[in-house]
């Protein structure tokens, strides 16, 4: 059955914007009937994923075929060719949702039992979106040494490894780490799926403001993970004024950086600007918020450049209340609420990325690929579609896979690291069979 995508989004206007403010403001009543009925759904379901068998075992045939002695024949192959791996067993479309657990949400260092929910979670959500079958690994290690020797040792059964909420700066060395060591596509979420979601909102709000990038000032407040993906992917495509700032202000080229802030001031702060977040914003054109609650002031706002945009990202209180941004004369806002527009959900990116790269058995996802899924991503929205209100789609829009999944498997066999060479009619029957179209 082919469903035909139809454009769908809500047109916000102040009535809108008025109840999402009253409901912001409640937000503690809201979220007690939240946690309840989520602590619900999770005990009456007993967590949210269970294993179903593709065949028959129940007779003497099927259970010949599916275990002994059949499967001797099946593993026989394998030894002979490898790759049959791939064709033979659930590797295609299996990925390993993986975490320490020392970084989860804004709850902290958790462990792996807490943790759990979150990566059944992740896994729902590959399903759901994407058609894949991803696993949660809570691990009880915790050294960057332990975490990419038990990766490797459990990377066999995988087609790709999302790694997720690691804290940093281990989290840079452990993806380094297995990039270079693993043959399949190892991909830290936190970092590279929010850049990319990032970058698709950015690419249209300056759209939408008549803006472009390589004048366009762009500060990051927060450099952590996701904050220095960011800016990378920023400079990436062609941003050439970029700042970055950590809890102490902007980062530049001194004595006392941690070596990767230190790296990354070089790489972004090119007119060697020092002070405070405040100071960063004069003039700037976009903020993109990492940080934490309510530290922009309607005076830092005001400072900023004409037609302003602000991604206000801490989650669940913004950097900015929605109302005071508005009044300071935000033109585009977005945070990562999905009752409030512009919603800046990494939902938006990982499941298309993981669906590409898994169609040309890629060896890694790598700038050009993350690029590609941006752009495709940004497109999705329509210029008739295009406003303030509407610079990303919605999570469940489904056109917003098969565009991003597309695009990557692209550029994977432009990069030279995808294993299958397809074409356009082949990716797009893939896509169907897998119920994506």
Known sequence: MTIKIMPCRIKWNDAHYNIAMRDFEGVGIMAEELDRRAIELHRKNRGKLEVK???????????????????????????????????????????????????????????????????????????????????????????????VATVKNISPVFGGINLEDIESPKCFS??????????????????HGTAVVVLAGLINALKVVGKNKKSARIVVAGAGAAGCAIAKLLVADGF??????????????????????????RLTNRRGKTGTLADAMQGADALIGLSAPNIISSEMVKSMGASPIIFALSNPVPEIAPELAKKSGVKIFGTARADLPNQVNNVLGFPGIFRGALIVRARQIDERMKLAAAYALAFVVGEK?????????????????????????????????????????????????????
């Open 174 to 191: 452990v993806e380094e780490r297995l990039k270079k060591e693993l043959p399949i596509p190892v991909f830290h979420d936190d970092q």
């Open 240 to 265: 050439s004024d970029v700042l970055v700032c950590d809890s102490k202000g902007i980062l530049s080229d001194s004595e006392g950086l941690a070596p990767y802030k230190r790296e990354l001031a």
């Open 53 to 147: 068998s593709k065949v028959d075992a129940s007779t003497r045939e099927g259970l010949s075929l599916a275990y002994t002695p059949g499967v001797a024949a099946v593993c026989n192959e394998i030894v002979k060719n490898p790759d049959a791996v791939y064709d033979l067993t659930m590797k295609w479309n299996s990925v390993a949702v993986v975490s320490d657990c020392t970084r989860v949400l804004g709850l902290g260092n958790i462990g792996p039992l807490a943790g759990m929910p979150v990566m059944e979670g992740k896994a729902v959500l590959f399903k759901s979106y994407a058609n894949i079958d991803a696993f949660p690994i809570c691990l009880s290690c915790h050294s960057a040494d332990e975490i």
């Open 385 to 437: 579609e295009l406003s303030r209100d509407f610079v990303l789609p919605f999570a469940y829009d489904r056109r917003v896979v098969p565009a991003v999944a597309t695009a990557v498997a692209k550029a994977a066999m432009k990069s030279n690291v995808a294993g299958l060479k397809k074409s356009d009619a082949e990716i797009r029957n893939e896509l169907g069979a897998l119920g994506l179209l």
